[in-house]
């Protein structure tokens, strides 16, 4: 609007130029006559008048030129308007089309997925199915295989308990080896322990009772097999720490060892446990009489003899320790006692002993041996 107002103030002026031109009075060759005011007046009226139309001359160019910017940028708009209508076109298509991709692409995640949990879930089933069915197949068979163990667990566990019966009703206590055993009886014991070393190699988890390693340990100790047979009490008295039979029995076994100081604690822990049992009495003078410390191993013979009057070889070991201090009359008194309870085998002993070489001039001491 505004464009088309300066267009129609510029045709006006140009208008106004023209008739203003027309009305000008043309040049004469008449000669100059001298100027009135009058004249002067009109003079500068029509200065003035032509400075007006300069001016407005002037404002209908700057009006006409501004005009012309303004159309030649309306052009340019126009030029360009399609292109940019063109890219925003694009654009918007570009954003559609991203749109429609992503919502495309999610639709297609969520479908693959669902396809998937239902696939993975039928995978799933069918092989929790066939493990059911492995796992029922592998319990049959370790049922099946724990049965066999069993029976075979059960079948070793009763011959161990068949040979250590057999071999508790041969095998004397440790004690008591001195005595004579029947050579049958020593090759039953043999066989029977092989029998039973045989079993435990071939059942690594037989189960032994503190009574069976006892047992075993005694059979041992009969063979002459001492390391073996005291590895078993010390079994016992892991399982039985107050166990009196495992105490004095491995002090038998240190004694045949010759490791008496550790014999004399073991019989000492019986006796702390047991103290009116003549045997470890008796053992532990043993010890001591290997230690030489005749004195103590006497006073322990005698409780040995105040709880067992009639222990022939508590009398027999109390003579040697006294024979040994040259002791004669005590000496031929024990010797005389033991060999009245158990007449020759103690004779024979007195007559090779060394113990009793100090009182073997003593002529009581020969009338014993003579009988």
Known sequence: ??????????????????????AQPKPTDLPNPTISTQQQDQLEKLQQE??????????????????TTLLNILLIVLTFLPILAAAGVWLLRRSVVSELVTETKQQLETEVKTQLEKEVAAEVKKQTEDFK???????????????????????????????LQQLSGLTPSPSLTQDYVHPEIQQ??????????????????????????????DALFFEGRYEDSL??????????????????????????????????????????????????WFGCGNSLRKLQRHDEAIASYERALELQPEFHWAWCHKARCHALKNDRDLAIESLTQAIKLRGDQHRELAKNNSDFDLIRADERFKKILAG
């Open 188 to 217: 039953k014991i043999q066989e029977l322990t092989t029998q039973l070393e045989i079993l435990k190699a071939g059942n690594t988890h037989l189960f032994f009772t503190a009574n069976d390693y006892l047992k075993q340990g």
């Open 133 to 163: 069915q492995e796992l029922e197949i592998l319990k049959s068979d370790f049922l099946g295989q724990l049965s066999q163990l069993n029976n075979l667990f059960l079948d070793a566990q009763n011959q161990k308990e068949l040979i």
């Open 1 to 22: 609007m505004k464009i088309k107002n300066r267009v129609g103030l510029a045709f006006s002026l140009v208008l106004l130029s023209a008739s203003i031109a027309t």
């Open 231 to 280: 590895a078993c009490y010390e079994q016992v008295i892991q399982r039985e720490p107050n166990s009196f039979l495992a105490w004095i029995n491995h002090g038998w076994a240190l004694r045949r060892l010759g490791r008496y100081p550790k014999a004399l604690l073991s019989y000492q822990k019986a006796i702390a446990i047991q103290s009116d049992n003549y045997i470890a």
């Open 50 to 67: 032509k400075e007006i139309r300069d001016r407005v001359q002037s404002e209908v160019d700057r009006a006409f030129g501004h005009s």
